[in-house]
């Protein structure tokens, strides 16, 4: 099987690595990918969200299977772009990748679907956002109603940070606020069947404690110790299948990773959010345990055969993600610096790029991460924390607190 990976982040290069060890793929071309992705894949250049130029190169290289990894491709239609050409494609249509691209229509099928969600308004202007922060009190929640890289939301208790945020973004949904530790479920789906893969936990702010600015994923871990028993059944039944089942109805079926962000709240599961992809950096650790050829699976979703697919094995254990961040990162990251300490196993690119005379760089804000596995939650987390403290990258951050809680038994359900 020859596959085509369009993207080039943390979350490309651990799909890359998936896909390098099946051996039903023969070839494995990236595009655009990144230094860490070149030692697995042929590296081609293209622009990630132009439909045209994406099909164009899938059928230049003569690809069996095409995985999109980013959002924005998908909301851009590039998916459809490459079925039109004939060439099974892992990802959803534009108007099925609305679940991500719009909150607003998130909402809209969730409610027709009977999905537990969160109460929310979408609001235009400065009077309808004054309403909606009346209505729900604080701590405040505002999201971005479009892409956002992961950065497009904003949880405060500071009602003028939320006014600010509202201003900003224009078009924002407003929604209560759902407490309890967050879980995110990806699901692999033809539109019809659905294979759920291991929850994880993923850390959004910037900072230990939960503190700071969201970002787009600072680590991540699985499986989950604190998980109640039945979480993945549950949410199959009560929000997967309803929702696959709505889209369907409305003649766009989800075919591809549809990303399930929840809240585990009192009062059992609650939808915080629709990703149309695999998430970052949870991507690296569910991966990290998955033992069923990552190409077939999702070639299956792509053909619609996931039905007939074998039950998916996984490893024993525990796998942990430490994200290293540029310097200014969130804000205002600084790029161009030398890393040294990187081309390693374990190490997974994001933000790099290599010069001519094989300088490894910094290229973007979240620049690497250590991925590691252990036999339990602990050896998992000790292992990634020794790659990540072997990197040198001046001026790079990372948190100290990834799975930190989960080892040490202090994440509880609400009651």
């Known amino acids: ?33 990144n230094p860490g992705i070149a030692a697995v ?42 079925r039109a050409k004939g060439i099974a494609v892992f990802g959803p249509s534009a108007e099925a990748a609305r679940l991500e691209g719009s909150k607003t229509f998130a909402k809209d099928v969730m409610t027709a679907a009977g999905v537990p969600t969160a109460r929310a308004y979408t609001c235009e202007d400065a009077a309808a956002v004054a309403r909606a922060l009346d209505e729900f009190g604080a701590p405040y929640v505002v999201k971005d109603d479009g892409l956002a890289a992961g950065k497009g939301v904003v949880v405060t208790d500071d009602r003028a940070v939320a006014e600010r945020h509202a201003a900003e973004c224009g078009r924002v949904v407003i929604e209560e606020y759902l407490s309890g530790p967050e879980v995110s479920l990806f699901v692999v789906t033809d539109g019809e069947a659905a294979v759920p893969l291991l929850p994880a936990q993923d850390f959004k702010r910037v900072g230990d404690g939960d503190t700071g600015p969201n970002t787009g994923g600072m680590g991540a871990y699985t499986p989950l110790p604190w998980a109640p028993p039945n979480l993945v059944d549950d949410v199959m039944r009560d929000v997967v299948h309803p929702t696959l089942a709505e889209l369907r109805r409305r003649g766009t079926p989800f075919a591809g990773l549809l990303y399930v962000g929840l809240a585990i709240t009192p009062s059992g599961p609650r939808v915080i959010e629709f990703n149309a992809r695999f998430g970052d950096p949870e991507t690296q650790v569910v991966l990290a345990l998955l033992e069923t050829p990552l190409g077939g699976l999702l070639h299956a979703a792509a053909t619609g055969t996931l039905g007939a697919h074998p039950p998916l094995r996984w490893r024993d254990g525990a796998a942990v993600t430490v994200v290293v961040a540029a310097d200014g990162y969130p804000a205002g990251p600084r790029t161009g610096d030398v890393i040294t300490g990187a081309d390693r196993a374990g190490i997974i ?21 250590g991925t590691a596995t252990g036999p339990d939650l602990a050896a998992a987390r000790d292992a990634a924390y020794a790659l990540v403290r072997d990197v040198d990258l001046a001026g790079s951050h990372h948190r100290t607190d990834i799975a930190a809680a989960a080892v040490d038994g202090r994440i509880t359900i609400p009651g």
Do not use: F
């Not at 085509?4 to 990918?33: F, I, K, N, Q």
């Not at 293209?46 to 095409?66: C, Q, Y």
């Open 41 to 82: 894949a042929q590296l081609r250049e293209v622009t990630p969200t132009d439909p045209a130029a994406v099909a164009a190169l899938a059928v230049e290289v003569a690809a069996d299977l095409v995985v999109i990894g980013p959002e924005a491709p998908l909301v851009a239609g590039v998916a459809d772009a490459v």
């Open 349 to 369: 690119h994001a933000g790099t790029r290599r010069d001519a005379d094989g300088t490894l760089r910094s290229a973007g804000g979240r620049v690497l991460c």
């Open 1 to 33: 099987m020859r596959v085509l990976l369009v993207g080039g982040g943390g979350r490309e290069h651990a799909l890359a690595l998936g896909l390098a060890g099946d051996p039903a793929v023969e070839t494995l071309v990236a595009a655009p990918g």
